[in-house]
């Protein structure tokens, strides 16, 4: 019988967020002077989907650098985020359907947290419509609820909800068909950082990072993974490799541990 993953993150951890996600800012601030060295790519459109309870404020840095580096980049414009609601799964499928059309390319997903389950969603529905997938502290292998803090307010919401999933959310037999990149922190003090590892494969893979949970969409060591994932050329994809000079700010990745079997909640 496959080994039970670890519950959710440790109380030190999850207590600790907001000072570190501070001072994950306070890196993001010292470094923008060096936005302009950030691998570059060809400007295609960028979709970025916030995390539970957050809005398009919380993705503004992020939206910004790559904006400086030529990208067409959007946030989701549905507010805040509090689950899977008729707005907001109708708001994401029209969004991608019009950026689409607009553009007339494959737009690219980045999805913080409960923004990057969405963003793997969303890939599956409309393969044609997404380049890749980029997915921020995302917990898409949960098997149950204790393996995220953040489930007792997601569970707030759940009367408003019009999809409901069981648990695990997926599993090794469910890769995406398109590039799929999960960065992910061993420091993660919302979820547990297992249940964010893509099984790698030929065209998915995770980085790791030492950040916060709630930093991770301006750390530094994050907007350097993201802007080289979406600066490689279409249909051209090779896994992450650091420059050597970064090589430190990239922990070893970690494989993923198999899903728990007998999970089988409701997910709401």
Excluded at 57 to 64: G, K, N, Q, Y
Excluded at 216 to 244: C, M, N, V, Y
Aim: glycine share 8%; hydrophobic share 40%.
């Amino acid at each position: 019988m496959a080994r039970r993953q670890a519950d959710g993150p440790a109380l030190p951890l999850y207590l600790s967020e907001p000072g570190r996600a501070v001072a994950d800012y306070g890196l993001y601030l010292a470094a923008r002077p060096l936005v302009p060295r950030l691998p570059r790519g060809d400007g295609h459109p960028v979709l970025v989907l916030p995390g539970l309870l957050a809005d398009d404020v919380s993705t503004r840095a992020l939206r910004v650098t790559l904006r400086k580096l030529g990208y067409q980049v959007h946030g989701w414009g549905l507010g805040r985020n509090i689950g899977p609601t008729a707005a907001c799964v109708k708001g994401m499928r029209d969004k991608i359907d019009h950026l689409n059309d607009e553009y007339g390319r494959p737009v690219s997903l980045i999805g913080w947290s409960l923004g990057g389950i969405f963003a793997r969603d969303l890939a599956r529905r409309a393969p044609g419509a997404v380049r890749q997938v980029i997915t921020l502290g995302s917990p898409f292998r949960i098997a149950r609820h204790t393996q995220t803090r953040a489930a007792k307010v997601f569970e707030r919401f759940s009367h408003l909800h019009v999809e409901h999933r069981t648990f695990p959310l997926e599993n090794e037999a469910e890769p995406l068909s398109m590039p799929a990149t999960s960065i992910y922190s061993h420091f993660d003090g919302i979820v547990h950082w297992q249940t964010c590892l893509n099984t790698p494969g030929e065209r998915c893979e995770n980085i790791a990072v030492m950040a916060s949970h709630l930093g991770l969409g301006h750390h530094p060591a994050s907007l350097w993974a993201i802007t080289d994932r979406l600066a490689q050329p279409e249909g051209a994809w090779k896994p992450f490799k650091a420059p050597l000079f970064l090589r430190p700010a990239f922990p070893k990745p970690a494989l993923p541990e198999p899903c728990d079997p007998v999970a089988t909640h409701t997910a709401a």
